[in-house]
């Protein structure tokens, strides 16, 4: 299983970015995925999650703002950013609970991908 993100970059203050965590390993069930984010000498903390039974969460400094959704089709899970701000800077990490046959659910990374907002 690999979780593979993609959209991160340089925008401008009030700026929008789109960000995308595709997950391929063949047959899987996915029962969460989200995004964390990680500042500069700090630990990670929840940004959205989507969750397969309880819905779609967020932490509040980002509610209002931001957006989660998955293309069930696709098993992507794409995080609309808007309205960002250069505290949003970040680097931002896809993370998921995957379910495999062989494997049962375990807890996957992607490799990050950096969200720098100018003012």
């Known amino acids: 299983v690999q979780l593979v993100e993609s959209g991160g970059g340089l925008v401008q203050g009030g700026g929008t970015l789109r960000l995308s965590c595709e997950v391929s390993?063949?047959?899987?069930?996915?029962?969460?995925l989200g995004w964390r984010r990680q500042f500069p000498g700090k630990e990670r903390e929840l940004v959205a999650r989507?969750?397969?039974?309880?819905?779609?969460d967020y932490s509040g400094s980002v509610q209002g703002r931001f957006t989660i959704s998955k293309d069930n089709a696709r098993n992507i899970v794409y995080l609309q950013t808007n309205s960002l701000e250069p505290e949003d800077t970040a680097d931002y990490y896809c993370?998921?609970?995957?379910?495999?046959?062989?494997?049962?659910?375990?807890?996957?990374w992607g490799q990050g991908t950096l969200v720098t907002v100018s003012s």
């Open positions: 390993g063949g047959t899987l069930v996915v029962n969460h």
């Open positions: 989507w969750d397969r039974v309880r819905g779609t």
């Open positions: 993370f998921g609970s995957i379910w495999t046959p062989s494997t049962g659910s375990v807890d996957y």
